[in-house]
């Protein structure tokens, strides 16, 4: 089982992926990760600036119900 740590690093990941790798295919990083457990988590980090992040992402995985 993934750790609360573990599970936030895989969040800025993924965050990281969508900007530095799938700039201007993000569909393509949609259509990968549509279904992964982050994924409306992650989405709604969009909402924030970069410099939020650190702050924030933690705040958003409280949402989730990770049993940790």
């Given amino acids: 089982m993934n750790t609360y740590k573990e599970i936030l690093n895989q969040a800025y990941k993924l965050r990281f992926e969508y900007y530095n790798f799938y700039e201007n ?13 982050l994924y409306d988590i992650v989405l709604e980090s969009f909402n924030y600036k970069y410099s939020q992040i650190g702050e924030v992402m933690p705040k958003l995985l409280e949402k989730l119900d990770l049993k940790v």
């Fill in 25 to 37: 295919k993000e569909s393509q990083w949609h259509d990968k990760y549509k279904n992964h457990k």
